[in-house]
């Protein structure tokens, strides 16, 4: 694949492309996103996709989940002119933190951790993640930016499926995405091939 390769017209999107299927089985998520990084058109308009809606928000800091949100989180934040805040799977933060715990798309209960001294009253904070299967990861950063006082000003992630968990986050956060109205139905399903 060419990873320099870049379309003549470049719809919303159009780097979802590069996106990669599952071929271990079970215990990893249904798809891996992160080839489209590698691009560096795709990584600049998959940011710029993400970030569209929130053109003119008031925003003071973003927020990237552990480990693959940290990628868009601290290019969006680089974007913004902002801080980048690390929420992390519990065990490396040697600070104070804050804890959640949670169930992702794999069942599994995992803890998500947050330092306590960087969320002041009212700071408004942006969350990013590669994705939103099930919604229990993104609804652990919410409850851990909540807890501390912050406000969430918005959530990001390049698709949130339609589960419970990502109807829950899309009806009360303003949320973006990178996916097309006519590719959502295929990732929903976990469709791989959608040329
Ligand atoms: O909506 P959910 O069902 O909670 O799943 C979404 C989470 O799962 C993936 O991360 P994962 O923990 O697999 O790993 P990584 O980011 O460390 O690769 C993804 O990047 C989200 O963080
Ligand atoms: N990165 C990812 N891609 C697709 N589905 C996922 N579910 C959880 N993480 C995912």
Same mark, same amino acid.
């Given at each position: 694949?060419?990873?320099? $390769?870049?379309? =003549? @017209?470049? #719809?919303?999107? *159009?780097?979802?492309?590069?996106?990669?299927?599952?071929?271990?089985?079970?215990?990893?998520? *249904?798809?891996?996103?992160?080839?489209?990084?590698? $691009? /560096?058109?795709?990584?600049?308009?998959? &940011?710029?996709?993400?970030?569209?809606?929130?053109?003119?928000? /008031?925003?003071?800091?973003?927020?990237?989940?552990? !480990?693959?949100? %940290?990628?868009?989180? !601290?290019?969006?934040?680089? &974007?913004?002119?902002?801080? %980048?805040?690390?929420?992390?799977?519990?065990? $490396?933060?040697? &600070?104070? @933190?804050?804890?959640? /715990?949670? @169930?992702?798309?794999?069942?599994?209960?995992? &803890?998500? #951790?947050?330092?306590?001294?960087?969320?002041?009253?009212?700071?408004?904070?942006?969350?990013?993640?590669?994705?939103?299967? @099930?919604?229990?990861?993104?609804?652990? !950063?919410?409850?851990?930016?909540?807890?501390? +006082?912050?406000?969430?000003? +918005?959530? =990001?992630?390049?698709?949130? #499926?339609?589960?419970?968990?990502?109807?829950?986050?899309? +009806?009360?956060?303003?949320?973006?995405?990178?996916? /097309?109205?006519?590719?959502?139905?295929? %990732?929903?399903?976990?469709? %791989?091939? *959608?040329?």
């Amino acid at each position: 694949m060419d990873l320099c $390769h870049v379309p =003549a @017209t470049r #719809e919303k999107g *159009w780097y979802l492309a590069l996106m990669a299927p599952n071929i271990k089985g079970p215990n990893y998520a *249904w798809l891996d996103p992160s080839r489209l990084y590698c $691009h /560096p058109q795709g990584l600049q308009d998959c &940011v710029a996709d993400l970030l569209q809606p929130f053109q003119g928000d /008031p925003i003071d800091m973003v927020a990237g989940i552990d !480990a693959m949100g %940290f990628i868009l989180g !601290a290019a969006a934040a680089a &974007v913004l002119q902002k801080g %980048f805040l690390a929420i992390r799977k519990a065990g $490396h933060l040697c &600070v104070q @933190t804050l804890a959640q /715990p949670y @169930t992702d798309y794999s069942g599994r209960e995992k &803890v998500m #951790e947050v330092r306590t001294d960087a969320i002041s009253p009212g700071l408004r904070i942006l969350l990013v993640d590669q994705w939103v299967e @099930t919604g229990g990861t993104m609804r652990a !950063a919410i409850e851990l930016v909540e807890r501390l +006082g912050g406000v969430v000003a +918005g959530v =990001a992630a390049i698709c949130i #499926e339609d589960s419970a968990g990502g109807r829950w986050i899309r +009806g009360r956060y303003k949320c973006s995405h990178c996916v /097309p109205p006519r590719l959502q139905p295929r %990732f929903d399903h976990h469709q %791989f091939g *959608w040329d």
